[in-house]
Nanobody, 122 residues
Framework: QVQLVESGGGSVQAGGSLRLSCAASGYTYCMAWFRQAPGKEREGVARIYTVNGVTYYADSVKGRFTISQDNAKATVYLQMNSLKPEDAAMYYC??????????????????WGQGLQVTVSS
């Protein structure tokens, strides 16, 4: 069992920045950030393979968000810059332990964090 502990989030004005953190208590193969706004489906925004650091981003955040990791701390970060009102959502950290790690398939991820609220005001 892997526990994911998230921190960060909050409120920011459009154009601002926030950083989310997710600390894992055990082995992971990949980690990702998803988000879900009210009335919308959960959307994958960024993924990193913790075994080699390879990253992938959804088109909606490419160039603005950066996912990174600190292996010593078993922590993954999501740096969010140039935030837009449409980025407002509940953000979730997720971890996979084998197989696929697709941003379009939340079911690929076995473990999930509790969620962080991100609010972006215009």
């Amino acid at each position: 069992q892997v526990q994911l502990v998230e921190s960060g989030g909050g409120s920011v004005q459009a154009g601002g920045s926030l950083r989310l953190s997710c600390a894992a208590s055990g082995y992971t193969y990949c980690m990702a950030w998803f988000r879900q706004a009210p009335g919308k489906e959960r959307e994958g925004v960024a993924r990193i393979y913790t075994v080699n650091g390879v990253t992938y981003y959804a088109d909606s955040v490419k160039g603005r968000f950066t996912i990174s990791q600190d292996n010593a701390k078993a922590t993954v970060y999501l740096q969010m810059n140039s935030l837009k009102p449409e980025d407002a959502a509940m953000y979730y950290c997720a971890a996979g332990v084998l197989g696929y790690c697709r941003l379009t398939y939340p079911s690929d991820y076995k473990y999930w964090g509790q969620g962080l609220q991100v609010t972006v005001s215009s």
